[in-house]
């Protein structure tokens, strides 16, 4: 038998809009006028991993509206490095079948009646994150470390979450935020990472007169930079294998840069400041030799914020922390900072534009995943629009 939802479906197709919606089901229904107007739970276009490293571009359930959550049409999504790791299973955190991506902005289509005052065709972005929002951790702001989260387009032992490589993603009313007129889908793709950027940046307590060193200009470190200088870091540097990221780096407002096949790393930093070093080293890569890199070019006392976090151990200098009292901290996901990151965007400390390079249709996806694995092109950030 049809629920109320779906009857009224049928009758407003043969009515019109007239009818008067029914909201006894959870759902407030709202009618839009796209293409894919009166569907319920009916197909759509999804990028979906199948297996290792293979993808199939075609139709997927559109996702379910749950009374907390809202019906987002999705224009544009980032693939993310975590995405281009994880495709081949080798992270655990993408086990096949799913729909990944979790850089993403839309329209609002329709809302669950708990799911605030969202009004359709609003334009919207939406953290990574799905926290509950009732946890301890959620109740302190912590919302990274929540009891009960899932992240976006993930798929591992515990659950499995489709993303936004869709036409439609379904996500909590309470992690969505509106986007400013001047902020555009494919800019907004930058909200989640450039959130990353901030939390670590905060953190870090990173503030105006200090100087800081970020080690790895992929997309996360890149944002780390300017968001460091737009906490007012008097000078930052950076380092990175590739030089080509080495000169977007002193575009995007490097101080110097230090290409990592060169060498001497800490020696120039030494020199560039007094024979201290830097007061804050902001790691992004996650692998032994890096983290090594931040802790010898902070100075004592300094802190060296963690943030990447590529391989599941490290060897790690303990006398060297120990004896300098260097302080260490982790940062995860973010906490709250999705406003900030839009105002920063809004406002051009964060520049985004950039770091893309390339906008391209959904069902190319597969195609630019595997560009992106080989690495071949330095390519920075790649935007899918179904």
């Given amino acids: ?6 009857q009224f479906l049928l ?3 043969k009515l019109g809009s007239s009818v008067r919606k029914p909201e006894s089901e959870g759902v407030s229904i709202i009618r839009w006028t796209t293409r894919n107007s009166h569907r319920e739970c009916a197909p759509m276009k999804a990028l979906t991993l199948v297996g290792s490293s293979q993808f199939t571009y075609g139709e997927a359930a559109e996702p379910e509206v749950r009374e907390d959550e809202v019906l987002v049409q999705v224009a544009a999504c980032g693939i993310c490095g975590s995405d281009v790791h994880g495709m081949d299973g080798s992270t655990g955190r993408r086990i096949p079948p799913v729909i990944m991506g979790h850089e993403a902005a839309g329209t609002v289509v ?11 065709g609003e334009r919207v ?4 994150t799905l926290y509950c929002g009732e946890c301890e951790y959620c109740r302190d702001g912590l919302v990274n470390l929540c009891k009960n989260r899932r992240i976006l387009g993930v798929s591992c032992a515990d659950y499995r979450q489709n993303g936004a490589f869709a036409e439609f993603v379904s996500v ?9 007129e001047a902020v555009t889908f494919e800019q907004a793709v930058f909200v989640e990472p450039a959130a990353v950027a901030l939390h670590a940046v905060r953190r870090a307590q990173a503030g105006p007169g200090q100087t800081g060193l970020v080690v790895g200009a992929g997309i996360i470190g890149l944002l780390t930079l300017q968001a460091l200088r737009a906490a007012g870091c008097e000078k930052v540097y950076a380092t990175d294998l590739s030089e080509s990221r080495l000169a977007l780096a002193k575009e995007l407002g490097a101080e110097a840069v230090f290409p ?3 060498g001497g790393l800490r020696d120039a930093i030494l020199s560039l400041t007094g024979g201290e070093g830097v007061d804050v080293a902001m790691e992004c890569v996650g692998i032994s030799a890096t983290v090594q890199s931040a802790i010898e070019c902070v100075r004592k006392g ?34 709250g900072e999705y406003p900030a990151a839009l ?17 391209r249709p959904l069902d190319e996806g597969a195609e630019w995943f595997h560009k992106l694995h080989a690495a071949k092109d330095e390519l920075i950030k790649v935007i899918l629009k179904p």
């Fill in 110 to 120: 329709r809302a669950g009646t708990k799911a605030g005052s969202w009004q359709e």
């Fill in 11 to 13: 009758l407003e197709q």
């Fill in 343 to 359: 105002e920063e965007i809004a406002a051009g400390r964060i520049r985004v534009e950039p770091l893309t390079s390339a906008v």
């Fill in 172 to 180: 909590p009313g309470r992690v969505i935020c509106r986007l400013p």
């Fill in 1 to 6: 038998m049809l629920g109320k939802v779906s």
């Fill in 302 to 335: 300094g802190s060296v914020g963690l943030v990447g976090n590529l391989a599941q151990r490290i060897d790690f200098p303990l006398q060297s922390v120990v004896t300098r009292e260097i302080s260490l901290f982790g940062s995860c996901a973010s906490a």
């Fill in 125 to 128: 972005t939406f953290d990574s």
């Fill in 260 to 262: 990592a096949k060169a």
